[in-house]
């Protein structure tokens, strides 16, 4: 997914008295200095470039041994903003800075945050035993942390449980994690659908999970229009997974042109898009096009690839092997890929090589290894997620009636928040400043909009999908 960067001024001012541009003014008042960490803190998930200036200026002005709670805060903003640049070892190196100030004076929300870095460096480092200790390290101070840090940790539990192979647990983080959520934020939501379907993918449920990707690309469509090619590329995967091979295929072509720029307009999306797209095609028996998407994909790894890249990499490799009627080369990269793909729990990538080496041992005439391979791809599991289809037809549900939010007009919204604080159709007009027939006109409205019944469930689907105000 593409992270919201919104431009932003450089934040100025933080007291009257206190002109924090000036590189030498250090007698800035240390309430002001914590505030303002604390702003660059929350405005990390939602503005990062006025979230990273504000952690600057707090870091560049506050005295360490005078100010240890802002330059603590300051200093971990920095470092997030490191590891969501990739800077995974550097992050690492400098949390140990806040972590020491915040076990000192006592700040468990500081140190919840700290902690859940180093989590998520030791996730990106493939150390999921670390990963899990922290996360459980950091469970019992979840009630000081804010909301959106909640929701954090039960997305890092999540993405800890589904490389340990407890994609059940996995989902049922992600369950909580979206319960937590703020209505409007689309983007986090985009993210979390997207992590929903590899998980129900790798259950082999992909029904659902071709339901959490197309609610994605509706949601995308409608609020994140710059996601929409990223989120399509998961769905046509799915399509394919799920035997629709000609969808799969309709949605994939028209986006190989737009792949082709990237490799100069943005080279760092292109191994995501271009492998992803290399696997519909490879899976399609579109064996030329799958190569061009690989040759894509690699073209952006100038720093070469990683364990899962190459695992994918010599699945989608072995598939166009076979394609083209090379059984030997098939036959050598599958199982590599297969021994690779048990290392990472990765169900998904075991299915699709035991069904190449499969397809290797019949078109070799060999009973006795086509039998020991059917038997072996019987055994991988696949089961429906309960909790994954309930979760995304809850979601379903919340995103439809958001779309019928939409269609409420502000007046619309009012009465019905008056509404819902018990208050008469003469007590809104007189609020309002309206006549009685005018609510009652507007009210119907609101009735035919939502397609309830009544005023009651009315303000009560407003009050679950959180429109009153």
Not at 21 to 41: C, G, I, K, S
Not at 241 to 251: F, N, P, T, V
Not at 436 to 442: A, E, I, K, S
Request: charged share 25%; aromatic share 6%.
């Amino acid at each position: 997914m593409v992270t919201l960067a919104r431009n932003a001024g450089t934040y100025c001012c933080l007291h009257p008295t206190h002109d924090m541009t000036t590189p030498d003014n250090t007698n800035a008042d240390e309430d002001d200095l914590h505030r303002v960490a604390m702003e660059a803190w929350e405005l990390r998930l939602t503005d990062a470039p006025a979230s990273c200036e504000r952690a600057t200026q707090v870091h560049r002005h506050s005295d360490p041994a005078r100010a240890q709670r802002a330059w603590a805060w300051a200093e971990s903003t920095l470092t997030w903003h490191l590891g969501a640049s990739g800077r995974e070892a550097e992050t690492k190196r400098r949390l140990h800075i806040p972590i020491g100030i915040f076990t000192v004076i006592d700040d468990k929300r500081g140190l919840a945050a700290a902690w859940a870095q180093l989590a998520r460096c030791a996730l990106g480092a493939g150390d999921t035993d670390r990963t899990f200790n922290l996360l459980g390290q950091i469970e019992p101070l979840l009630r000081w942390v804010s909301s959106e840090e909640r929701v954090e940790w039960f997305v890092l539990s999540a993405n800890c449980a589904g490389t340990q192979g407890r994609t059940e647990d996995a989902i049922q983080h992600l369950t909580t994690a979206f319960e937590g959520l703020p209505p409007a934020s689309f983007r986090r939501q985009l993210r979390m659908l997207n992590n929903l379907a590899n998980l129900c993918s790798d259950l082999g449920d992909y029904a659902t999970a071709l339901g959490a990707f197309m609610l994605a690309l509706e949601m995308a469509r409608r609020h994140c229009p710059e996601d929409v090619l990223f989120v399509s590329v998961g769905a046509m995967q799915l399509h394919v997974m799920a035997g629709d091979r000609r969808e799969g295929l309709r949605l994939a072509r028209p986006l190989l042109p737009r792949l082709r720029e990237l490799v100069t307009t943005h080279p760092r999306l292109a191994p995501t898009l271009g492998f992803g797209m290399a696997w519909v095609f490879a899976f399609t028996n579109e064996s030329a096009r799958a190569r061009e998407c690989v040759d894509i994909a690699l073209a952006g790894m100038p720093n070469g690839t990683n364990e899962g890249d190459r695992c994918h990499l010599d699945t989608i490799r072995a598939q166009v092997a076979l394609v083209e009627g090379d059984e030997t080369t098939a036959k050598v990269l599958a199982t590599g890929a297969l021994a690779a793909s048990h290392a990472r729990s990765s169900l998904v990538e075991r299915r699709c090589c035991l069904d190449i080496l499969v397809e290797c041992a019949r078109r070799a005439g060999d009973p006795e290894a086509l039998a020991r391979l059917a038997a072996e791809r019987a055994r991988v599991p696949a089961k429906a997620s309960l909790v994954g289809q309930a979760l995304v037809n809850q979601l379903w549900q919340l995103h439809e009636a958001t779309i019928q939010g939409e269609l409420l007009s502000d007046r619309e919204r009012s009465c019905l928040s008056l509404a819902a604080k018990g208050q008469t159709s003469r007590d809104i007009a007189d609020k309002l400043g309206i006549n009685q027939r005018t609510v009652d006109f507007h009210f119907a409205n609101i009735v035919r909009k939502l397609d309830v019944l009544n005023r009651q469930e009315a303000i009560a689907k407003a009050a679950k999908a959180q429109w009153l105000h």
